[in-house]
């Protein structure tokens, strides 16, 4: 039996909402103890913490790793290091690749090349519709069976409500999770950054913010139907939280995700056309990012997520209106979720509540948590240390990161997963 | 006299002295341009290249005639029959072109942003001549030439810009500048096609034009494009004519010696009428195509002093 003790550490804990000094014991691969006095078994290993932060490992929900399809921007390998070196113990992969994994054949392809290559978790989730196309449900019963975790069409929004409410509906008798993207996809047809006077100076295609609260309304009338469990993988303006609050009080079973880019960057750093701030939904007013910080820090909002997306050069040297969307983040999550507590937002606790217990809690997962029991998957992490991050440095194969030369704070010293280094700094 | 810029990539990085700078440039070769011997040669020795990724006549013949009187060897590129047909990146273009040596890059394209784009990627002065929606800052210039010529000042005027501001690079790049010069700027059209947050631009909006046109000393029309003529934006073609189509009667309401003027082509009997845009005491669209050669040649003129100076080979 191998135990090892993480001494001195400051131990955060969203479940207990606590940020207190102390140990914790892992014993083969799990959690035993924690708190202020833990016994020491002998024999144990010690690690000393010197007072750094000890955290669930972020569960981190809609990440793109473009395995089958375009292996060149991110695989499972390049994937799964930047994802220990970001503190992700973690990841729950997007169908959105090329085909879209949507057949339980693929998910085993994606499964096996995922426990063979990433030293992370790594949970699939399959496509909702056939092809991601919104006109045939999926095997969700057979993908179940070989693992999917959650059903999503990703940024295809199942525009046909017919399709959608049936599809709702199957997933409910099998208590599967569907993941959606709330936009209404007319008003959104075309447009790459949100409607205003940036969009008019810059003479770019815009969508109303208004947009996302139709998608979503549209999508609680559905569970008002079908009592499906869903999650909204991104919400990001003022206007869709009151309905979105409205619905956990009416008691759906709805959850909502917010992208680290949508909590920490706004419509103007696209400043010039820069490509590496084109992300969907487009980035939004100030007012709105400050808007969704106060619904995380409420609880309304439940759950941070990466929304990492690997785009290679070619897919972002382009104009802006052409240019790929999206942005990779799994090293850049925990820094810049840190930006959220050093600015006075939310406290440790809270954040990880948002980045590892809310998201392992609408899994299932036994992780997220500090408690005896629990999975070791642990990150261990200065908060305060400063940085200028330059991208050359990134693990992923794609490094289109909007956060490249910025300042930063807070690095992960060590990730495990099941009590196992997979990440040292060096 | 300074301007000190690289590129005319937009009006939104002048200043009001650099728009003073290029106008009283230019009037010097409005008068050139009006004698019989035309020829300068400030830009000799250097190369202009007109790369037009979006069909375009007058701006691209303004352009050359600008170059070629100022003695520039000037090469046109009609962009949409070559090699971007064949895959190739706005980018590669550019450096492709950009190992060529050109001096001066006069570029339009149809997307918002691929001219800055293009200009952070080559060692030349870049003019932009029309990007999208985004801007068109000669076009800015020559009008606002024009409206000084006309007017006497180019400042304390009351303006309307009509029809379809949304998708016009034109209203852009002249609310920024009518506005820099301390100008009252309206807007006319229909909410349809009127951008977002239009308002927080320091414009009035009307979206009746008889309200709006009350007293300006000058309207401005902009061509409304085929494409936005059925059913999306507009009901019908004949209907945005009754509503926003400038004829006799609406500038009546403008000061009696209000300007028309149009950056062209026109829609004759769309946007405005045909009888009043050949009007000569109150049409000064002719003028506007004489100002735009004028200001171009201006505009290059100090590019090419800038670019001269950055250069260690200088003279």
Known sequence: ?426 | MSFDHRHLLGIEPLGPHDITTILDLAEDYVALNRQTAKHSDVLAGLTQINMFFENSTRTQASFEIAGKRLGADVMNMAMQASSIKKGETLIDTALTLNAMHPDLLVVRHPQSGAVDLLAQKVNCAVLNAGDGRHEHPTQALLDALTIRRAKGRLHRLSIAICGDIAHSRVARSNILLLGKMENRIRLIGPPTLMPSRIDQFGVEVFDDMNAGLADVDVVMMLRLQRERMDGGFIPSEREYYHRYGLDAEKLALAKPDAIVMHPGPMNRGVEIDGTLADDINRSVIQDQVEMGVAVRMAAMELLARNLRASRPDAA
């Open chain 1, 1 to 426: 039996m191998t135990a090892t003790l993480f001494t001195n550490a400051r131990l955060i804990d969203p479940e207990a909402r606590s940020d207190h000094p102390g140990s914790l014991l892992v014993e083969n691969g799990r959690i035993t103890a924690a708190g202020a006095e833990v016994a020491v078994p002998e024999g144990a290993n010690l690690i000393d913490c010197r007072g750094k932060c000890l955290a669930p490992g972020i569960v981190d929900i809609g990440v793109k790793v473009c395995e089958p399809g375009e292996r060149h921007k991110e695989s499972y390998r390049s994937a799964g290091l930047a994802a220990a070196a970001g503190g992700v113990t973690t990841m729950v992969t997007r169908p959105d690749t090329t085909p879209a994994i949507d057949s339980p054949e693929t998910l085993e392809f994606v499964t096996r090349r995922a426990n063979a290559a990433a030293p992370v978790n790594v949970l699939p989730m399959a496509a909702l519709t056939k092809g991601r196309q919104g006109r045939e449900m999926t095997e969700i019963g057979f993908l179940m069976d070989a693992g999917a975790v959650a059903f999503t069409d990703c940024d295809h929004v199942v525009t046909d409500t017919k399709v959608f409410s049936r599809a709702l509906t199957y997933a409910r008798s099998l208590n599967a999770l569907v993941i959606a993207h709330p936009q209404d996809p007319g008003l959104s047809d075309g447009a790459c950054v949100t409607s205003g006077k940036f969009a008019s100076l810059r003479g770019l295609p815009a969508v109303s913010p208004m947009a996302e609260r139709m998608g979503l309304d549209r999508d609680i009338a559905l569970l008002e139907m079908t009592g499906a469990r869903y999650h909204a993988d991104q919400i990001t303006t003022a206007r869709a939280l009151p309905a979105l609050q409205r619905a956990k009080r009416n008691g759906l079973d709805i959850t909502a995700g917010v992208s680290i880019h949508h909590l920490t960057l706004n419509e103007l750093d696209v400043a010039d056309y820069r490509t590496f701030f084109k992300v969907k939904p487009p980035l939004r007013a100030e007012d709105d990012r400050l808007a969704v910080i106060e619904a995380l820090r409420d609880g309304l909002i439940d759950i941070i997520c990466s929304m990492h997306t690997p785009q290679d050069e070619e897919s972002k040297r382009l104009p802006f209106e052409e240019a790929a969307s999206g942005a990779v983040a799994l090293e850049t999550l925990l820094p810049a979720a840190l930006r959220l507590v050093h600015n006075g937002d939310l406290d440790l606790p809270t954040l990880f509540a948002a980045l590892s217990l809310n998201p392992a809690r609408r899994l299932g997962l036994p992780c997220g948590r500090l408690a005896p029991g629990a999975p070791a998957d642990l990150i261990l992490f200065d908060p305060d240390k400063p940085f200028v991050l330059d991208r050359a440095t990134l693990r992923s194969k794609s490094r289109n990161t909007p956060f490249d030369g910025q300042r930063m704070q807070g690095r992960v010293l060590a990730t495990y997963v099941a009590g196992t280094a997979v990440y040292r700094s060096a």
